[in-house]
Every structure is written in C-alpha cells, then in structure tokens.
C-alpha cells in the first residue's frame, strides 16, 4: 500500500507565493501589452489628423489655422497662466492683448503688461492637473472659434509707446449668432464649430476616425453632462475616486456642477464642447500652433498628463512649479510617454 505524504504549511505557502509572483509578472505584461497597443492606436489617429489637415491644406490651397482651447481662451475671466521668463502671473481678468510685448505697455498703461497673451506663457490653473506646464501655443484645437472662450485685442502693427492699447488694434472675437437667447446662441457657435471639424476631417476620413473611437462628440445636457467655467467647458458631475486625465477639481464657483451632485473639492471629468479628438486612451487630443508653419499633434500618453504627472499619494495635487524648473519630490515628468507629431500648414 503506497503511503501519500500531505502538503506541509510551509510548503503550501511556497506555492501560493510563487503563483502569486507569477500572476503578478503576468499582470505586468498585460498592461504593458496594452499600452503598446493603445500607443500604436494613437499613432495611427494622430495620423489619420495629418491626413485631414494635409488634404485641406492641398485642396484650399490656403493656410491652416486653429482654435483656443476652452480652457486657454483669451476672453475673461481666464484660466491662470504664468511667464515663462519668470513665473510672474498673468492677468486672468481685463482684455487680451496679442500682438504686442508687455514692455509695449508703457507710461499710464504699464500695469496693463500682464494683459498681454504670450506664446510661451504655461498654464498653471492647478484645478486641471492634467494641462499644467504646457505652454499657450501648445494648447489648441481643432475647429472654429468660440464665441465663450476667444475675445482679444490684436495689435498687428505693434503699440505706439505709452499708447492706450485698447484704442488702437483690431477687437478679435467670433460673431454673435442671431438666434433669441443664450443657450441657443451657445448651441449655434458649437454647431459652427463642428462644421468646421467636419469640413477639415472629410466624410471618408470621419468613418476612420470612427472605428478608432477618435471623434468625441459632447453636448450639453446629453448623458447628464453640465457648462462649467462660464460656459466652455462640459462637465460629467459623477465624483471620480481620484485624479486621471481629463479631470478637474470642482471648485465653489462651479455652480452648476455642484448643482448636479458633485462636491466642492471632488474630481470630475471635463470634455471640450462639440466634436474633439480623442486619443486611444480616451483622453484630448490638443494642437500646438509652432512656429514655421507646423502643427503638432499632442497625446498625453498612458499617464493622462502632458508636462507634470502629480504624485500618486497626493491624488492630483501638483507641487512642481508650472515652469517646471524642477520637479518636486512624488511629482513626474510626464511629457516622457507623450505621442507627439509634427506637419507642415503652408503657412
């Protein structure tokens, strides 16, 4: 009679701690295999954007120009940016001035400089963690010009010294639709917008664009969606566990969104109104306007962050400075697993 031997504990737990170390190599691998597979699907929307803006280009035989993105737009009250030269703020209320330098603001008008809109001037509105370091040119769009996000004055031929800046220039801002009221008036200029999409991104190219799940289309009131930031923004109120990409802390002048049932310091996810590009991980998509008559096409990666990924245990908050001169302990640099593409506009 053969005799069987039972499992001592010990030996019981070597094995369940070697398969638990093989689950835990094998779960590694999987996410690795699916971040490749989700960069190689971000490669191939940015892609297909090159695609839509080079056939435009050719076809018009014109230059190719973008949006600000709802979140940096010029018209007050603005989201918070700071000098790249030196950290200094810029105003957030006040009218936008572009075209000219802040030195140009001279005399009885020196304290309108921070008025003035720079391209490297970096976002640093600590509510979108995700944005934070990227700087003004970086952060556009796709589409037409918003009546809610861009109003500035543009001063083409520069300022005379010691001159009002706000009586000379050219007042820039979309024109106001015609319709009664202002929720159809919103709806109108978001309806121009995404004709404008549509008119960059042909009938052929969207279907593609489809089957990569890379054409969000946000509506306000669709799938309980609310306006946040003076109405540039969409906001879905259900509360997120923590931070991720594309989220905002809800702040106590987000009326509606917590008029929905989100909590004053909660984070919620925010969408750009209309038609936007979308990257495989579900995240924005934004344009950098670079100088040279290029675009760049920006995907935050894997890690939902385009400059600063916060730390994990501080759930969002950032502690790196906007300028990203050093990164605070915890804090990372996330532009590491950024996608990033370059073409050429004929401008």
Known sequence: MVTRRAFSLIELLVVM?????????????INVLWDQSKEAKTRAIIALVHQAVGAQVAERA???????????????????FVRAADGSAVATTGTAYVGIAPSDCSGTYASRATQVMLRDDIFADSAVPGLVGLPRASMRRLGARIR?????????????????????GKLVRPPEPSQANAAA????????????????????????FGQLGALGDKQHGVDGLVWARDYRILVDPTPLPRWQGNAMLVGSSDADVIAAG????????YWQPGITLLDAWGNELVIADVPGGRIGVISTGADGAFAVRP????????????????????????????LVEMLGTGR
């Open 17 to 29: 701690s070697i398969i638990a170390a093989l689950a835990s190599l094998l779960l590694v691998v």
């Open 62 to 80: 014109t230059a190719f120009s973008t949006a600000e993105h709802p979140l940096t737009g010029t018209k007050p009250t603005r989201s918070a």
């Open 185 to 208: 008036k919103r709806l109108k200029g978001i309806a121009i917008h995404d004709q404008t999409v549509r008119q960059i991104i042909n009938e052929g190219l969207r279907e593609d």
């Open 262 to 269: 989100a909590a004053v310091g909660g984070w919620v996810r």
């Open 311 to 338: 730390a994990d245990d501080n759930n969002g908050t950032i502690s790196t400075d906007a300028r990203l001169t050093s990164f605070a302990t915890g804090d990372a640099d996330a532009r590491t697993d950024n």
């Open 148 to 168: 809610e996000v861009t109003e500035f004055r543009w001063h083409p031929s520069g300022l005379t010294p010691g001159a009002d800046p706000d009586a000379s």
